[in-house]
T-cell receptor
Framework: SQTIHQWPATLVQPVGSPLSLECTVE??????LYWYRQAAGRGLQLLFY??????ISSEVPQNLSASRPQDRQFILSSKKLLLSDSGFYLC????????????FGPGTRLTVL | SQQGEEDPQALSIQEGENATMNCSYK?????LQWYRQNSGRGLVHLIL?????REKHSGRLRVTLDTSKKSSSLLITASRAADTASYFC??????????FGAGTTVTVRA
């Protein structure tokens, strides 16, 4: 069966510090991978998605970046965090097109102070 | 940008009652999905309804879709305390992207 992992679960970082969040998927190959951010009490904002290794589509211009160094690994990064980067970050995967369900990881709660 | 909008924003019901929430969207879709999110957790896929379908059932869940009105509803029958969660609709924006609404927060009182 397929499993998606995210770490860390929680993170408190000072403004201006770097960020690296990791997401890995097990039990499937060539998944489409997604990074979302959710502000408190709000819906999901799509940040990045990837349909293959090295293929990244950016949805929102910001100081975040994403990379996909391996088929089942998706990394979200920042060189310098802003207060507005605080939120709940969710990784998700699906196979093929979005006519199928997306499967979400447990999320990372990021607080920037 | 968010295409789907759920209504109401929040809903409080007694255990055993039915809960109904609605989703409206703006552009044509191929399918619409509903997800549940327990507090502080990831989203869980509940049900997918295609644009050529009008109604779909899964256990205590019933979803309807009216493409002429660009709206969908999710009905949870005989609610339980474990149904307390936020519920989101999501519509496909293209082959690879979903657009999520802001969600309906459902509280089931014992």
């Amino acid at each position: 069966s397929q499993t998606i992992h995210q770490w860390p679960a929680t993170l408190v970082q000072p403004v201006g510090s770097p960020l690296s969040l990791e997401c890995t998927v097990e039990g499937t190959s060539n998944p489409n991978l997604y990074w979302y951010r959710q502000a408190a009490g709000r819906g999901l904002q799509l940040l990045f998605y990837s349909v293959g290794i090295g293929q990244i589509s950016s949805e929102v211009p910001q100081n975040l970046s994403a990379s996909r160094p391996q088929d089942r690994q998706f990394i979200l990064s920042s060189k310098k965090l802003l207060l507005s980067d605080s939120g709940f970050y969710l990784c998700a995967w699906t196979t093929g097109r979005v006519q199928l369900a997306q499967y979400f990881g447990p999320g990372t709660r990021l607080t920037v102070l | 940008s968010q295409q789907g909008e759920e209504d109401p924003q929040a809903l409080s019901i007694q255990e055993g009652e039915n809960a109904t929430m609605n989703c409206s969207y703006k552009t044509s879709i191929n399918n619409l999905q509903w997800y549940r999110q327990n507090s502080g957790r990831g989203l869980v896929h509940l049900i997918l309804i295609r644009s050529n379908e009008r109604e779909k059932h899964s256990g205590r869940l019933r979803v309807t879709l009216d493409t002429s009105k660009k709206s969908s509803s999710l009905l949870i029958t005989a609610s339980r305390a474990a149904d307390t969660a936020s519920y989101f609709c999501a519509t496909d924006q293209n082959d690879y992207k979903l657009s999520f609404g802001a969600g309906t927060t459902v509280t089931v009182r014992a």
